[in-house]
């Protein structure tokens, strides 16, 4: 759920714009380097999104930081005993 709730945040913080060439544009800012395009903007969200969930998964596996969005924090915490 948490992980569900994390791209629910990311999402609803996206920005879409469209081009001079008709083509719908859209990226994440919170999210570093998390962008698309489509031909209809409902494409170029689904497009996003897909990008979004591939940065996370690259992110955690490579032990990246990645952004705390909605006080939901997806990073491992490296305890200390």
């Known amino acids: ?17 469209i081009l001079e060439d008709g083509i719908f544009y859209g990226e994440i800012p919170d999210c570093q380097g998390v962008w698309s395009s489509g031909k209809t ?5 689904e497009n996003l999104q897909d990008a979004l969930e591939g940065w996370i998964i690259l992110g ?15 990073n491992f915490e490296n305890e200390v005993a």
């Open 1 to 17: 759920m948490m992980l569900t709730d994390y791209i629910y945040a990311a999402m609803n913080r996206a920005k879409y714009e």
């Open 41 to 45: 903007l409902e494409e170029c969200r």
């Open 60 to 74: 955690l596996r490579l032990g990246h930081q990645l952004p705390i969005l909605d006080q939901i924090n997806l």
